[in-house]
């Protein structure tokens, strides 16, 4: 079993950056890939990025490529998704979730555990 715990989220204005943090625990972190998704009202939960399990490997979301980036410490048991130049498109709940191989995947169902989500707001 596996606890994801997600920080970071809040309210900002467009063009601002946020960096959210998932804490994982109960497991060893490092044999987990990692993902981060996000679910706006009324709209399904999708993908936004996903690193390997040594973070040699990451994968983005065609809407986010370049503007986010995903990483992890494994000494820290941390995965986290730096978010610059945020749009009022990227509004959503954000969930980290772990999957038990360690190759990045980009499908909700390739995910294992889940955090309980933290609320990006972004003004324009």
């Known amino acids: 079993q596996v606890q994801l715990v997600e920080s970071g989220g809040g309210s900002v204005q467009a063009g601002d950056s946020l960096r959210l943090s998932c804490a994982a625990s109960g497991r060893t972190f490092s044999n987990y890939a990692m993902g981060w998704f996000r679910q706006a009202p009324g709209k399904e939960r999708e993908f936004v990025a996903a690193i390997n399990w040594s973070g040699g490997y990451t994968s983005y979301a065609d809407s986010v490529k370049g503007r986010f980036t995903i990483s992890r410490d494994n000494a820290k048991n941390t995965v986290y998704l730096q978010m610059n130049s945020l749009k009022p498109e990227d509004t959503a709940v954000y969930y980290c979730?772990?999957?038990?191989?360690?190759?990045?995947?980009?499908?909700?169902?390739?995910?294992?555990?889940w955090g309980q989500g933290t609320q990006v707001t972004v003004s324009s």
């Open positions: 979730a772990a999957r038990s191989f360690g190759v990045a995947a980009r499908n909700t169902y390739d995910y294992h555990y």
